[in-house]
């Protein structure tokens, strides 16, 4: 018996053993290339190979190439109203896709009040803290419209906008809740008057104010129909009490989420990677119902066989949160695979309204593509 064994060891050659297809990867490294396989303790094979000599073995190229970038890359959207957008981007790195993701958080400007010129203040807010409050208020206009005011630069109809906020609580009356609909745009500009040191200036001259406008912001067609307003009316500022008052103006100006978050365009924009669950076999009846009842999100359903029989089918594998409570528990890892696809992004938009999501992300887009030319400019 053993001599026979022995013969048949042997036998065994490294030439019978098939050849490595070429121009194709083996499924397994296909699998750990284009996939993150999430296990119950922890996800592996998470990072992305850049190297183009990889797979030159089996004569696979995998160079980062233009060509191939511009067959494979595209954009769906599957989802757009007024305040968000979702859409899927596909045949992309990872890297670009949080550019994206960084770049619509902090460098995409918008118009928020930065200086707020307080007249008379007799709430219980303090000062500093109303003046915040009115900074994180969205504003509904197109900041392309309106230019960066820098340190030498006088406030104009160009670059600042001016609102009035005065509301008063007579005494004997209720208290009163003031909201953001109570600021009022002044197209021509400012109307506080500046406090003047000099005693002796000349009286029938012109006061002088905080803003210089040339002319008024109700003549730019833009803004013809659509007047400047905050976003939502409703936004809470200060309650008020009998005899209580807040007389103030705020000038808004142009700036970037880098800057101060006031002035990020987006109040969050996030990606995932496209959710792929795989049932490895056949889970029917009660295991089946069990898987069901696993799933908090319901991936998972019910198909009717016939005969009494029941199978488990994927019905929703994009609404997988990747909890893995399908895979835990015995044997549950060897029936369902959880992966994802890592060159496939979800990728959420939610504007703050001072733009369109679709038009925030088409700005992001230009920016990166400045930020390249920059580059290319330096290195050459």
């Not at 007579?170 to 009163?176: L, M, Q, T």
């Not at 992004?345 to 703050?352: H, K, L, V």
């Not at 369109?356 to 230009?366: D, G, I, R």
Request: aromatic share 6%.
């Amino acid at each position: 018996m053993a001599e026979g064994a022995g013969e048949e060891k042997k036998k065994f050659s490294i030439w019978d053993l098939p050849d490595v297809p070429m121009g194709q990867l083996p499924p397994h490294l296909e699998l750990q290339r284009s996939r993150v396989s999430c296990n119950k303790d922890a996800p592996i094979h998470t990072e992305s190979i850049q190297y183009s000599g990889a797979y030159a073995s089996m004569g696979i190229d995998n160079s980062s190439r233009l060509d191939r970038f511009s067959n494979n890359f595209r954009v769906e959207v599957v989802r757009l109203n007024e305040d968000d957008i979702e859409f899927d981007m596909i045949g992309i790195d990872a890297a670009i896709a949080n550019s994206f993701r960084r770049i619509l958080i902090a460098e995409l400007p918008t118009m928020a009040i930065e200086k707020v010129l307080i007249a008379n203040n007799t709430s219980i807010i303090q000062d500093e803290v109303l003046a915040h409050r009115l900074g994180l208020v969205p504003i509904r206009v197109d900041p392309r419209l309106f230019d960066y005011l820098s340190e030498n630069d006088q406030p104009n109809e160009k670059n600042t906008i001016v609102f009035k906020l005065h509301v008063q609580c007579k005494r004997g009356s209720p208290r009163i809740t003031v909201k953001s609909d109570a600021l009022k745009w002044l197209p021509n500009g400012s109307e506080l008057v500046k406090e003047t040191r000099n005693a002796t200036s000349d009286s029938s001259s012109k006061p002088e104010i905080y803003t210089y406008f040339g002319c008024s912001q109700e003549t730019v067609p833009e803004f013809v129909k659509n007047p400047i307003i905050p976003k939502y009316p409703d936004i809470i500022i200060a309650k008020l009490g009998p005899g209580q008052e807040i007389e103030l103006e705020a000038h808004a100006v142009k700036g970037i989420g880098k800057t101060h978050a006031k002035w990020s365009p987006v109040a969050t924009a996030w990606y995932r990677m496209l959710p792929e669950v795989v049932l490895l076999e056949d889970i029917e009846d009660d295991l089946a119902e069990e898987l069901k009842s696993k799933c908090p999100v319901n991936v998972f359903d019910i198909e009717d066989l016939g005969k009494g029989r029941r199978r488990a089918t994927v019905a929703r594998p994009r609404a997988c949160t990747l909890c893995r409570e399908c895979i835990r528990g015995d044997d549950w890892e060897k029936r369902v695979a959880l992966r994802r696809v890592k060159d496939h992004f979800i990728f959420t938009i939610e504007s703050t309204g001072a733009l369109p999501p679709e038009v925030l992300f088409t700005e992001a887009v230009k920016i990166l593509e400045d930020k390249c030319e920059r580059v290319i400019t330096e290195l050459s």
